[in-house]
């Protein structure tokens, strides 16, 4: 298993980029990403290269996520079954796992990992499949505990998205660095679930 692997989702334009007369300068061929940019030299005679720039870039994973009425088109399940199904087989055999999305504001970030009520994403998809996979259940010890954070960092601050706070201000943690086991963040609320005896598949309550 590899210690990090990248996925990459090319989302549709948004209304604004539509009315803005945006165009999706970006394709998906399997595993590479290809960039097209319409290189425009501004010098007054005129000379320079105007020339059609492709640059291709090679993921582990990625989704063209532009149009459903594409063959290509990558739903949230083909995701899940990609990203998430690993993160839950990982964890099974007892692997640290960190799946995080990284992207600019609108770039669909919170889309894949949350989703809708009618598109589920990947963080309730994962938190239920945790326990409904009965096949990994029964590889696991008769004592289990299963800790879990939702934590939120957004411009150079971390957010605690389990903890509600009363005042105006957003709840901020810091981040710390324990000599034995670490970085981590101070405060943080953790949802624990403990099982004395063999797991059994149920819904997240």
Same mark, same amino acid.
């Given at each position: 298993?590899?210690?990090?692997?990248?996925?990459?989702?090319?989302?549709?334009?948004?209304?604004?980029?539509?009315?803005?007369?945006?165009?999706?300068?970006?394709?998906?061929?399997?595993?590479?990403?290809?960039?097209?940019?319409?290189?425009?030299?501004?010098?007054?005679?005129?000379?320079?290269?105007?020339?059609?720039?492709?640059?291709?870039?090679?993921?582990?994973?990625?989704?063209?996520?532009?149009?459903?009425?594409?063959?290509?088109?990558?739903?949230?399940?083909?995701?899940?079954?990609?990203?998430?199904?690993?993160?839950?087989?990982?964890?099974?055999?007892?692997?640290?796992?960190?799946?995080?999305?990284?992207?600019?504001?609108?770039?669909?970030?919170?889309?894949?990992?949350?989703?809708?009520?009618?598109?589920?994403?990947?963080?309730?998809?994962?938190?239920?499949?945790?326990?409904?996979?009965?096949?990994?259940?029964?590889?696991?010890?008769?004592?289990?505990?299963?800790?879990?954070?939702?934590?939120?960092?957004?411009?150079?601050?971390?957010?605690?998205?389990?903890?509600?706070?009363?005042?105006?201000?957003?709840?901020?943690? *810091?981040?710390?660095?324990?000599?034995?086991?670490?970085?981590?963040?101070?405060?943080?609320?953790?949802?624990?679930? *403990?099982?004395?005896?063999?797991?059994?598949p149920g819904k997240l309550s």
């Amino acid at each position: 298993m590899a210690n990090v692997r990248v996925a990459v989702r090319v989302r549709p334009l948004s209304k604004r980029e539509t009315k803005e007369g945006g165009r999706i300068i970006v394709e998906v061929d399997g595993k590479v990403a290809k960039v097209r940019n319409l290189k425009v030299d501004s010098r007054p005679d005129g000379f320079g290269d105007s020339r059609e720039k492709v640059m291709a870039f090679g993921f582990d994973y990625c989704y063209w996520s532009v149009n459903p009425e594409d063959p290509q088109y990558a739903s949230q399940d083909v995701v899940f079954q990609d990203l998430g199904m690993e993160v839950l087989s990982g964890v099974a055999k007892g692997y640290n796992i960190c799946l995080f999305a990284y992207g600019q504001t609108g770039s669909g970030k919170t889309y894949t990992m949350l989703g809708t009520p009618a598109s589920v994403g990947l963080t309730p998809r994962i938190c239920e499949g945790l326990f409904i996979r009965e096949k990994d259940c029964a590889s696991l010890p008769s004592s289990c505990r299963i800790k879990v954070s939702f934590l939120e960092i957004y411009n150079e601050r971390v957010r605690d998205l389990l903890k509600q706070s009363g005042q105006k201000k957003p709840y901020t943690l *810091r981040v710390r660095e324990h000599p034995e086991m670490g970085p981590y963040v101070q405060g943080e609320l953790l949802w624990s679930w *403990r099982s004395e005896t063999k797991l059994k598949p149920g819904k997240l309550s």
